[in-house]
C-alpha cells in the first residue's frame, strides 16, 4: 500500500510538498517515483529516484522540483517549488525500478493527491 499526503492549493510561483509511504510487505524497493496525470492524458513521470539516490526529472520540472527518499522509512517526498499552473494535476506515487537512467514502474500506486496551481 502507498499513502501519499500533502498536495492542494499553491500559489504560482509558491511551493507544495508532496509525501509517500509504503507499508506493508514492501522490502528493500529499488525506486519510487512520482507521475502525474490531467484528464484526457496519459500519466507522466514526473521524478524518480534509486536507492543510491540517483534521479530522474521531467523536463518540465528540472530546477524547480526535488525528489529524495528515506530507504529506512520507505518514503519518497516531492518537493515542488517555483509552480506554474501546468503543474496542476493529480499527482501520484509509484514504486519501481531504476536502471540505466530509466526508470520502470511497478503495478504498485498510490490513490493521488490533487495539486491545483492557481492565484
Known amino acids: 500500500q502507498l499513502e501519499e499526503s500533502g498536495g492542494g492549493l499553491g500559489q504560482p510561483g509558491g511551493s507544495l510538498r508532496l509525501s509517500c509511504s509504503a507499508f506493508g510487505g514492501f522490502f528493500s524497493i529499488d525506486a519510487m517515483a512520482w507521475y502525474r496525470q490531467t484528464p484526457g492524458d496519459q500519466r507522466e513521470l514526473v521524478a524518480a529516484i534509486s536507492r543510491r539516490a540517483e534521479t530522474i526529472y521531467a523536463d518540465s520540472v528540472k530546477g524547480r522540483f526535488t525528489i529524495s527518499r528515506d530507504n529506512a522509512r520507505n518514503t519518497v517526498v516531492l518537493q515542488m517549488d517555483g509552480l506554474k499552473p501546468e503543474d496542476t494535476a493529480v499527482y501520484y506515487c509509484?514504486?519501481?525500478?531504476?536502471?540505466?537512467?530509466?526508470?520502470?514502474?511497478?503495478?504498485?500506486w498510490g490513490q493521488g493527491t490533487q495539486v491545483t496551481v492557481a492565484s
Open positions: 509509484n514504486t519501481g525500478y531504476y536502471s540505466d537512467a530509466l526508470y520502470t514502474p511497478s503495478q504498485y
